[in-house]
């Protein structure tokens, strides 16, 4: 079945660590992006890639780092400037060929220690 | 700049009622528009979307969504809601100007009482 995969499910950060999530589609789509959920806030925009090997910053980048190395796979990295990681992160991916339409993974759910 | 209006944070109803959510856009151009759908701790699932064409669009699960230029309004609709509509709404905007960046609502959670 094609779709998007999102690893860990949880994923627990000590302070001054850098921490890693893993986000892989085989729905061949050339753009992906990665959101940040907070109750109440709606998503917002991390990173965005629309081709390999080329990201932009989206609304709230700062504290995060990513790489698009292969088209499947977009990892998003926590740094330890990010001081405020606890939230729901949601990978993302879309073609023109889905008619712009973007499909989700099922989410990692990043705690502090 | 572009936003997503969802005026309701919470809304209850009873099963077998019908059930309209409402979002309001803000954008220069003709908006690409999306109801998406979120159980809790899961990634966003699409019921439907507007793109261009017929102004009432019918999605997934039965739900439908009608969009109204002079009122900027996309709202969603069924006419009969089940206990498993539970979850929570998000309409979003796409901006095709913008590297296909989409901007989400703040989210309507439905509850649905017995």
């Known amino acids: 079945d094609g779709g998007i995969t999102q690893s860990p499910k949880y994923l627990f950060r000590k302070e001054g660590q850098n921490v890693t999530l893993s986000c892989e589609q085989n729905?061949?789509?050339?753009?992906m992006y990665w959101y940040r959920q907070d109750p109440g806030q709606g998503l917002r925009l991390i990173y965005y890639?629309?081709?390999?090997?080329?990201?932009q910053k989206g609304d709230i980048a700062e504290g995060y780092s990513v790489s698009r190395e292969k088209k499947e796979s977009f990892p998003l990295t926590v740094t330890s400037a990010q001081k405020n990681p606890t939230a729901f992160y949601l990978c993302a991916s879309s073609t023109p060929g889905s008619g712009e339409t973007q499909y989700f993974g099922p989410g990692t759910r990043l705690l502090v220690l | 700049a572009q936003s997503v209006t969802q005026p309701d944070i919470h809304i209850t109803v009873s099963e077998g009622a019908s059930l309209e959510l409402r979002c309001n856009y803000s954008?220069?151009?003709?908006?690409?528009l999306f109801w998406y759908v979120q159980s809790p701790g899961q990634g966003l699932q699409l019921l439907l979307k507007?793109?261009?064409?017929?102004?009432l669009v019918q999605g997934i699960k039965g739900f439908e969504a009608e969009f109204k230029r002079s009122q900027s309004s996309f709202n969603l609709r069924k006419p009969s809601v089940h206990w498993s509509d539970a979850a929570e709404y998000f309409c979003?905007?796409?901006?095709?100007?913008?590297?296909?960046?989409?901007?989400f609502g703040t989210g309507t959670r439905l509850q649905v009482t017995l």
């Open positions: 729905l061949n789509h050339d753009a």
């Open positions: 979003a905007l796409l901006d095709t100007g913008t590297a296909s960046k989409l901007t």
């Open positions: 890639s629309q081709i390999v090997n080329d990201f």
């Open positions: 507007y793109f261009s064409g017929d102004t």
């Open positions: 954008y220069g151009a003709t908006p690409y």
